[in-house]
Every structure is written in C-alpha cells, then in structure tokens.
C-alpha cells in the first residue's frame, strides 16, 4: 500500500540580513523566527492526526533545518533528495534591485516563460513530479512530508491543477512553512490541502528564486 498522502512543506524563513538572493547558496540557516515556523508546521500536521512515515528533504541548509522538528515529532531520519532542490538562477548572490539596474542584466528578463534567468519550469515540474511519484511508492501507508522551496513547490500545484507553468514569481501562494498537500487519485495527482501554520507576516522572505 502506498502513502495516503504528500505534503510539499516550505523551509521557514531565512537569516539574510543583506537581503541577498540565495539560491542554492551555502551557508544560509534558518533564523530563530525560522525554527519557529519550522516547528510550527510540524505541530500543524500532528495536530491533524496525520501519520507521516518518511521525511524528505533538500541538500540545503535551510530545509535539512526546516526537517528537524518534523524527524523529532515522527522519529524519521530525514532523506535528502536532489530533486526537490531550489532551481538554478542567474541572479544568485546578488540583491535583485541592485542587479536589475545593470542594463547587462536584462537579457536574463527576455523570456520569463521559460524563464530566460534561470531553470525551466518544465525541469522543474519534470523533476518534482518524479520525486512525489517516488516518495508515494517509497511507504507502506501514512503520509510523506518533503521539506523543499518556494518555486518547486509553486510549480508542482501548477502542474497538478493542469495550469500554465509560466507565472510571475510574485504571484506564488507558497508561504514560509506552508503546507500544501496531495492525493493519488488513481494515475493523477490532486491537491488537497494548502495550510500556513506560521505566523509569517514580519517574516523576511526575498531570496527564493
């Protein structure tokens, strides 16, 4: 039998004083309001009754942090999956006003469909539908949770709702620590739930890509 459910679980905010476009950057922990937003998403899901039974997560610092309090509620080890990392982009390490004042800049803006500035969307979606489809066979029963970013996690609700792929990065709903879930309906995916169990409205959150 395979998992009941996944929940792509967005990291919890980022200590970035400079305001800097991290990316796959290393060396970006959480901050201390993060671990709380952390721990707040963790005790979301017990408070559900939901029997997570395997935690996966990014390579970066900030979701392996985001994971921990779902490994001590649920006593998993996390996983670490490639896949559901951050996307690549151009801009990575800069401060986006700053870098956009550069007219050197603007060639990365010419498709955003794409987008021109970084990963696909396409890849994106290609690779995160992968590892849902892996982390729902991987179980026998109870729920999957994957601690990823922003942008993967935006582009799979897309990609599941049947919606363009293209989209304004602004315009995601997909919250530090947010919770958005799925359900195998047999050969397809369905979203279920969307949660923000963090308080998040002081939160700093300018460096996904």
Avoid at 10 to 15: D, I, K, L, N
Avoid at 59 to 82: F, G, H, K, M
Avoid at 164 to 171: E, G, I
Wanted: aromatic share 8%; with cysteine; charged share 25%.
């Amino acid at each position: 039998m395979p998992a009941d459910r996944i929940h792509l679980v967005r990291h919890g905010e980022v200590f970035n004083p400079d305001g800097v476009l991290y990316g796959r950057l290393p060396g970006y922990r959480l901050s201390e309001s993060g671990r709380e937003m952390a721990q707040a998403a963790a005790d979301y899901l017990v408070a559900e009754g939901r029997n997570v039974t395997a935690l996966i997560c990014s390579p970066l610092q900030r979701t392996q942090e985001s994971a921990e309090p779902w490994a001590t509620a649920y006593r998993l080890t996390p996983v670490i999956d490639e896949r559901v990392i951050e996307p690549t982009n151009v801009f990575e390490g800069t401060q986006m006003r700053k870098a956009l004042k550069n007219p050197l800049n603007w060639r990365h803006l010419l498709r955003p469909s794409v987008p021109s500035w970084g990963e696909p969307f396409r890849s994106i979606a290609d690779r995160m539908l992968s590892a849902i489809d892996d982390a729902w066979q991987s179980v026998d029963g109870g729920d999957v949770v994957i601690v990823s970013h922003q942008a993967p996690i935006w582009v799979t609700h897309l990609a599941v709702a049947g919606e363009k792929l293209a989209h304004d990065p602004r315009s995601r709903r997909c919250a530090l620590s947010s919770v958005t879930s799925f359900e195998r309906r047999g050969t397809t995916w369905r979203e279920v739930a969307y949660a923000e169990p963090a308080a998040t409205g002081s939160a700093v959150d300018v460096g996904a890509v």
